[in-house]
């Protein structure tokens, strides 16, 4: 079956930066895009880009372009998702999840905690 | 911030039906782009219940239905059951900000 699993929680400081992965199993990893989701008590749900692992392409919103970086390794099926200069307010649970092309998030992952506190 | 405006809670009894409202605007749901529901049990991962307005993946049962008019989708739960107390949350497309993919507030489902 398909599953989406990912990394521990995290306890950082601001300005620091941190690094989530997400290990995909049981589906054909580069044939699916990764989106990378948060929610926060403040702002909810937001989405924070996609990466496609076939070719490495990105796409950002505006509001985390040049603060996020996905990456992604097809060898070890796993994606990756780097957020850098973390505020207090990036504190949330951060989801990745799978999509086809212009798809709904079919498959999600458990969750990681990011906590940012100095 | 999300987008789309849920209300925060609705509750039932067992067998009731409950009606979820997702609203949005011109730039979204209004403009014609796809209502996605998703339903989150506690402490669990989220999971697909509907997609493209009213389609049910495979396993979802068919007490949960979708549909959408104007720049707002509705979900309904017919026949409410102890496991469908979750969170419910929706979610959609907008070009305007950037944006993307947008989601809704939530909605916390209780069962009496």
């Known amino acids: 079956q398909v599953l989406l699993v990912q990394s521990g929680p995290e306890v950082t400081k601001p300005g620091a930066s941190v690094k989530v992965s997400c290990k995909a199993s049981?589906?054909?990893?580069?044939?699916?895009?990764i989106h990378w989701i948060r929610e926060t008590p403040g702002q909810g749900l937001e989405w924070l880009g996609w990466?496609?692992?076939?070719?490495?392409?990105?796409n950002y919103p505006q509001k985390f372009r040049g603060r996020v970086t996905m990456t992604a390794s097809t060898s070890i099926n796993t994606a990756f998702m780097e957020l850098d200069s973390l505020k207090s307010d990036d504190t949330a649970l951060y989801y990745c999840?799978?999509?086809?092309?212009?798809?709904?998030?079919?498959?999600w992952g458990q969750g990681t905690l990011v906590t940012v506190s100095s | 911030q999300s987008v789309l405006t849920q209300p925060p809670s609705v509750s039932g009894a067992p067998g009731q039906r409950v009606t979820l409202s997702c609203t949005g605007s011109?730039?979204?749901?209004?403009?014609?782009?796809?209502v996605n529901w998703y339903q989150r049990l506690p402490g669990s991962a989220p999971k697909l219940l509907i997609y493209?307005?009213?389609k049910r993946p495979s396993g979802v049962p068919d007490r949960f239905s979708g549909s959408r008019s104007g720049a707002s989708a509705s979900l309904d739960i017919a026949g409410l059951q102890v496991e469908d107390e979750a969170e419910y949350f929706c979610?959609?497309?907008?070009?305007?900000?950037?944006?993307?993919?947008?989601f809704g507030t939530g909605t916390k489902v209780t069962v009496l």
């Open positions: 049981g589906y054909s990893f580069i044939d699916y895009y």
């Open positions: 493209d307005y009213s």
């Open positions: 979610q959609s497309y907008d070009t305007s900000l950037g944006r993307f993919y947008i």
């Open positions: 999840a799978r999509s086809g092309t212009k798809d709904p998030f079919d498959f």
């Open positions: 990466i496609h692992p076939n070719t490495g392409a990105t």
């Open positions: 011109r730039s979204n749901i209004g403009a014609g782009y796809v």
